[in-house]
Nanobody
Framework: QVQLVESGGGLVQAGGSLRLSCAAS????????MGWYRQAPGKQRELVAT???????NYADSVKGRFTISRDNAKNTAHLQMNSLKPEDTAVYYC???????????????WGQGTLVTVSS
């Protein structure tokens, strides 16, 4: 089974930075899109940023200009550089990948376990 393993979460002061990492493992033919989502207590899970295999990116308005998503296709990894963090960024951050395990397989959605980011004021 394909798994996504996340790392980099933690506690940081407002204005600080964190870098989240996501590594996909298992039998993978290709990864179309990788993304980061987050969910704060009492709120719906929301998209933070996505990146295609070609490098096209998309960001939520709330993080645009502060966060940067990147990926290494050879390593099947994605990263989220978070700068100028705000208390409202506090949430569990989830890595997501849309991928193929073989050329003839269907696309499948895989989620990481989530990593907690806490921003103190």
């Amino acid at each position: 089974q394909v798994q996504l393993v996340e790392s980099g979460g933690g506690l940081v002061q407002a204005g600080g930075s964190l870098r989240l990492s996501c590594a996909a493992s298992g039998i993978i033919f290709s990864i179309n899109v990788m993304g980061w989502y987050r969910q704060a207590p009492g709120k719906q899970r929301e998209l933070v940023a996505t990146i295609t295999s070609a490098g096209s990116t998309n960001y939520a308005d709330s993080v645009k200009g502060r966060f940067t998503i990147s990926r290494d296709n050879a390593k099947n990894t994605a990263h989220l550089q978070m700068n100028s963090l705000k208390p409202e960024d506090t949430a569990v951050y989830y890595c997501n990948a849309n991928l193929l395990v073989s050329l003839t397989s269907r696309y499948r959605e895989v989620w990481g376990q989530g990593t907690l980011v806490t921003v103190s004021s």
